[in-house]
């Protein structure tokens, strides 16, 4: 049996920030298949080909990705095979769950890094890296209940001063795609429930949205004041900590009156 080797290549945040390492090994694969349950681009698949120079791309949904996993490692038999993914690969468990099982297997693999949301988010709003807590996703409600694990993380990362990065739930196959606005009105129900005084109307975050492409826009603001933000796909929400730096607070100002603007 022939040993292939899986190539997990991340794509960036947009297209056309992928790498020259990545793009090579892409030339290189007998197959290409291109992630489509763990995250999404505002581009079209037509532009992805273009930059990557493949018309031969398979599309990987969940099921694909997680029922039939076996699918894609069995075409190691047969030559290299690459997954292309949004951002950066293996912040997804289901990418890590795929290496496993392809070592297991016998197959060698090889993971292309490329830029991801998780600390470009947050290094773009101006804020520092060295301030950085625990990351956590917000879903929307599961028969009518509100899962209250982002508030406690958020409250642990407020108590030593960290900034939050919300990544808000998406599943693309399902077309669900929580928007910085929705993502607002979650926290201040889990608030209204809590009241533990972690979330107001007053308190600084920042909105990031289609961050990378052209239509990316960072608006530091007010959670009061995001309840009506627009911006393409996907959205991520920052909460500054409870006392940033003076330094944060210049470049927060400068990147509102820049970034901020629409597309």
Same mark, same amino acid.
């Given at each position: 049996?022939?040993? %292939?080797?899986?190539?997990?290549?991340?794509l960036?945040?947009?297209?056309?920030?992928?790498?020259?390492?990545?793009?090579?090994?892409?030339?290189?694969?007998?197959?290409?298949?291109?992630?489509?349950?763990?995250?999404?681009?505002? *581009?079209?698949?037509?532009? $992805?080909?273009?930059?990557?120079?493949?018309?031969?791309?398979?599309?990987? #949904?969940?099921?694909?990705?997680?029922?039939?996993?076996?699918?894609?490692?069995?075409?190691? @038999?047969? %030559?290299?095979?690459?997954?292309?993914?949004?951002? /950066?690969?293996?912040?997804?468990?289901?990418?890590?769950?795929?290496?496993?099982e392809?070592?297991?297997?016998?197959?060698?693999? @090889?993971?292309?890094?490329?830029?991801?949301? $998780?600390?470009?988010?947050?290094?773009?709003?101006?804020?520092?890296?060295?301030?950085?807590?625990?990351?956590?996703?917000?879903?929307?409600?599961r #028969? %009518?209940? $509100?899962?209250?694990? +982002?508030?406690?993380?958020?409250?642990? /990362?407020?108590?030593? #001063?960290?900034?939050? $990065?919300?990544?808000l739930?998406?599943?693309?196959?399902?077309?669900?795609?929580?928007?910085? +606005? *929705?993502?607002?009105?979650?926290?201040?129900?889990?608030?209204?429930?809590?009241? *533990?005084?972690?979330? #107001?109307?007053?308190?600084?975050?920042?909105?990031?949205?289609?961050?990378?492409?052209?239509?990316?826009?960072?608006?530091?603001?007010?959670?009061?004041?995001?309840?009506?933000?627009?911006g393409?796909?996907p959205?991520?929400?920052?909460?500054?900590?409870?006392?940033?730096?003076?330094?944060?607070?210049?470049?927060?100002?400068?990147?509102?009156?820049?970034?901020?603007?629409?597309?």
């Amino acid at each position: 049996m022939r040993m %292939g080797k899986l190539y997990l290549i991340g794509l960036g945040l947009s297209p056309d920030l992928i790498t020259l390492r990545g793009l090579r090994k892409i030339k290189d694969v007998r197959k290409v298949y291109l992630d489509i349950y763990t995250s999404s681009f505002p *581009e079209p698949l037509d532009e $992805i080909k273009r930059i990557i120079g493949r018309n031969d791309i398979i599309l990987a #949904n969940r099921s694909m990705l997680e029922e039939r996993s076996s699918e894609i490692i069995g075409e190691l @038999e047969h %030559g290299d095979v690459a997954l292309l993914v949004t951002g /950066n690969p293996l912040l997804a468990t289901t990418h890590v769950s795929l290496l496993i099982e392809a070592r297991n297997k016998g197959h060698s693999f @090889e993971v292309v890094p490329a830029p991801g949301i $998780i600390p470009n988010a947050l290094l773009l709003a101006g804020l520092m890296i060295y301030k950085i807590g625990k990351p956590v996703t917000l879903t929307y409600p599961r #028969n %009518g209940i $509100i899962s209250e694990y +982002p508030y406690d993380v958020i409250k642990d /990362n407020d108590s030593r #001063n960290l900034h939050t $990065i919300l990544l808000l739930e998406m599943d693309m196959e399902r077309g669900i795609m929580m928007t910085i +606005p *929705e993502a607002v009105k979650l926290l201040f129900r889990l608030e209204s429930i809590k009241r *533990e005084s972690v979330i #107001n109307g007053d308190r600084k975050a920042v909105a990031v949205s289609a961050l990378g492409s052209h239509k990316q826009r960072i608006c530091p603001r007010k959670l009061k004041e995001l309840l009506d933000y627009e911006g393409e796909g996907p959205h991520t929400l920052i909460l500054v900590s409870p006392k940033p730096h003076f330094m944060e607070e210049e470049a927060l100002a400068v990147i509102g009156n820049e970034f901020c603007r629409e597309p």
